[in-house]
């Protein structure tokens, strides 16, 4: 199958290897993706821990920490979507042989991110209105204020490390990459041990000392990606301190199409946020059974997160050395990694709920954990179908990012999310606020943007796409 549709893909012969040993293969892609894969499985782990001994701790705590967290998340998600973008820049240029120019990309994206951090400031005193603006319960609103208030202090960091990070992964080179956010995952772990249940002091403990580890290992991967940057630096290849080599107008297309793709993720994870600030006014219950449930989804998510960054910097490569049949190469490859591994994970949520729960239930007596179970299996069910769709979409998007179609992505958002608010404010002003009715949309609105990702990638455009100037 995927043989006839390469074929039909290109007028280009096909390449008689394997799927497997071919360029932009499955064998290429994995090896670019799974440092990405690990890097990223390292985020879910360390928000699946966090939020687990914050269970540990108090119920209420966890419950507050997927608001205030995805709040903190959807701030971020312009910048960060923005410095993540240089990746295609990098991509295209090291496929394009221009080296000279990826310092350029990376120094202004670093120059963006410490812009950042001080205008993450101003949003600390404005936590307890927004808290307060949901409706949550009072205890509640307390911890999510702290929690928010302490992240702010680690989010430019994050921005910054965004941008660095992109002068690995765009030529290529994910093993470093890898090695740092596994070693600010192991870091935010070891703290949070130490933090949250006051084994450093009662101010540090619950919801406050996860806040704190979790800002210490942001500005960690800071001060290791500004280490392994400076060989490179000094080397001159890259021209990271060369001031004279940067091109025109280098500036206003790294915005151009970064603030696209920015808007695009803020847009999405703005959607997700409401939807579970809406979760929030159901009660404690639906509240904790819904933050398992995406929780437990970010496991098959967060790596599929890297395998897209892998896809993205092999279609970057490709588009910037004039060859879009083996981009479409790295998307066929992408989607049989994406499927084996989601549609898989989806089994196990429908078949084994239990064996992901097993370990928040440890931290509760049977009894008082037993209707948080049961929500939590039901709401699985839909994670189940959830994941699947999400994963196609992830390959799809990042094929078109990856290309340079970041303007399409980001009206595709616009449309698509502007449905579902007006969905849910329509639940909201008829007091019909349900738990599977508001899975239900969300579920829906996945599928609809795998579709339709699916159907502008089929029709070609993408491949006259790209994001650098002409040499």
């Known amino acids: 199958m995927l043989d006839t549709l390469e074929r039909t893909d290109s007028s280009s012969p096909t390449d008689e290897r394997s799927w497997w040993s071919r360029p932009?293969?499955?064998?290429?892609?994995?090896?670019?993706?799974?440092?990405?894969?690990?890097?990223?499985?390292?985020?879910?782990?360390?928000s699946f821990v966090d939020r687990m001994f914050l269970f540990w701790y108090s119920p209420e705590s966890?419950?507050?920490?997927?608001?205030?967290?995805?709040?903190?998340?959807?701030?971020?998600?312009?910048?960060?979507?923005?410095?993540?973008?240089?990746?295609t820049f990098v991509a295209q240029y090291d496929g394009a042989g221009r080296p000279e120019q990826i310092g350029a990309v990376i120094r202004k994206g670093v120059q963006f991110g410490a812009v950042m951090v001080p205008l993450y400031f101003l949003t600390i005193p404005l936590a307890a209105w927004a808290f307060q603006m949901v409706g949550h319960a009072p205890e509640v609103q307390v911890l999510e204020v702290r929690y928010f208030q302490i992240l702010s202090f680690g989010a430019g960091a994050s921005v910054v490390s965004a941008a660095m990070s992109c002068f690995f992964t765009g030529r290529g080179k994910t093993t470093l990459v890898m090695f740092v956010e596994i070693g600010s995952c192991v870091l935010n772990v070891v703290l949070d041990g130490l933090f949250v249940f006051g084994f450093c002091g009662e101010w540090l403990e619950g919801i406050t000392g996860a806040a704190v580890a979790t800002t210490a290992s942001q500005w960690f991967k800071v001060i290791a990606y500004f280490i392994l940057l400076w060989k490179p630096a000094r080397g001159g290849e890259f021209g990271l301190l060369d001031w004279s080599r940067d091109e025109p107008g280098l500036l206003g297309r790294i915005f151009r199409y970064g603030s696209a793709s920015g808007f695009q993720v803020l847009l999405e994870v703005g959607t997700f946020t409401g939807f579970t600030f809406l979760m929030g006014r159901m009660g404690l219950t639906a509240m904790t059974a819904s933050t398992l449930a995406v929780d437990i989804n970010a496991l098959t998510f967060v790596p599929m997160i890297g395998l897209g960054t892998g896809?993205?910097?092999?279609?970057?490569?490709?588009?910037?050395?004039?060859?879009?049949?083996?981009?479409?190469?790295?998307?066929?490859?992408?989607?049989v990694i994406?499927?084996?591994?989601?549609?898989?994970?989806?089994?196990?949520?429908?078949l084994v709920p239990d064996f992901f729960l097993a370990?928040?239930?440890?931290?509760?007596?049977?009894?008082?954990?037993?209707?948080?179970r049961v929500l939590s299996i039901f709401l699985l069910r839909f994670v189940a179908f959830f994941c699947v769709f999400d994963a196609l979409n992830v390959v799809a998007v990042s094929t078109l990012k990856g290309a340079g179609d970041v303007r399409f992505i980001m009206v595709?958002?616009?449309?698509?999310?502007l449905i579902l608010a007006s969905l849910a404010f329509a639940f909201v002003w008829l007091g019909q606020i349900h738990v599977a009715g508001l899975w239900l949309v969300m579920t829906s609105w996945v599928i609809l943007l795998a579709i339709t990702h699916w159907v502008r990638f089929f029709t070609g455009?993408?491949?006259q796409k790209n994001v650098i100037d002409p040499a």
């Not at 205030?68 to 410095?83: D, N, R, V």
């Not at 084996?340 to 429908?350: K, L, P």
Request: hydrophobic fraction near 50%; aromatic fraction near 10%.
């Open 24 to 46: 932009c293969g499955i064998r290429e892609l994995l090896w670019i993706a799974l440092p990405l894969i690990a890097s990223t499985a390292s985020w879910s782990m360390t």
């Open 62 to 87: 966890m419950a507050a920490a997927l608001p205030a967290g995805m709040l903190h998340f959807t701030l971020l998600c312009f910048p960060i979507g923005l410095a993540s973008y240089l990746n």
């Open 311 to 335: 896809i993205a910097t092999l279609v970057g490569r490709e588009i910037g050395h004039e060859d879009p049949r083996r981009a479409a190469t790295a998307t066929w490859s992408g989607l």
């Open 338 to 350: 994406a499927l084996i591994y989601a549609g898989t994970m989806g089994m196990t949520y429908f």
């Open 359 to 372: 370990a928040h239930a440890m931290g509760m007596e049977p009894t008082e954990f037993e209707e948080i």
């Open 412 to 417: 595709v958002g616009i449309v698509f999310s």
């Open 461 to 463: 455009q993408w491949r």
